[in-house]
Nanobody
Framework: QVQLVESGGGLVQAGGSLRLSCTASGRTFSTYAMWWFRQAPGKERAWVASITPNGAGKTYSVPVKGRFTISRDNAKNTVYLQMNTLKPEDTALYFC????????????WGQGTQVTVSS
């Protein structure tokens, strides 16, 4: 099990940028695939992006592809989500999550960080 803490959320105008961070506890971070999800008010949680344990493989959902970039620093036990050209529809609570591989759903979740994009 790994404990995850997100940070970096906030209020930003449309067209702006934010970088989210998620720091994990433990010494096995480099063995986990990492994920970002988001949940907007009144909607189900939706997958945003994921990255393989060594960082070589990255995948994105259609709504964010080309605007968001996922990355990780295994030496710092941290995964990032760089969000550019933000839109009001990106407003959501953003969660990071960890799984044993990129093909298994995550079991460990953070508490989330709020991102609000004003028009």
């Amino acid at each position: 099990q790994v404990q995850l803490v997100e940070s970096g959320g906030g209020l930003v105008q449309a067209g702006g940028s934010l970088r989210l961070s998620c720091t994990a506890s433990g010494r096995t971070f480099s063995t986990y695939a990492m994920w970002w999800f988001r949940q907007a008010p009144g909607k189900e949680r939706a997958w945003v992006a994921s990255i393989t344990p060594n960082g070589a493989g990255k995948t994105y959902s259609v709504p964010v592809k080309g605007r968001f970039t996922i990355s990780r620093d295994n030496a710092k036990n941290t995964v990032y989500l760089q969000m550019n050209t933000l839109k009001p529809e990106d407003t959501a609570l953003y969660f990071c999550a960890a799984s044993q591989s990129a093909t298994t759903m995550p079991k460990d979740w953070g508490q989330g960080t709020q991102v609000t994009v004003s028009s």
